[in-house]
């Protein structure tokens, strides 16, 4: 699964700030309650939104066809 980017979780955890509700932001993003509450205690926590990496290692395969390209 990719990673959100960081323009649309500023635009979700804004929305928040702002009043709006979850069950709003919900329909207008596309985002699930529990994407939105790490988005916002994200930002409560390291003051940025970037994608933190994925876990595990990157396949040997995926490797070398980022080589090749």
Avoid: C, D
């Amino acid at each position: 699964m990719k990673a959100s980017s960081t323009g649309l979780r500023e635009r979700v955890v804004s929305g928040v700030e702002e009043g709006h509700s979850w069950e709003g932001m919900v329909h207008r993003f596309g985002a699930t309650h529990m994407t939105i509450k790490q988005y916002t205690k994200q930002l409560q926590g390291t003051e940025n939104l970037v994608p933190k990496p994925l876990p595990g290692l990157q396949t040997v395969k995926e490797e070398a066809l980022r080589a090749g390209l």
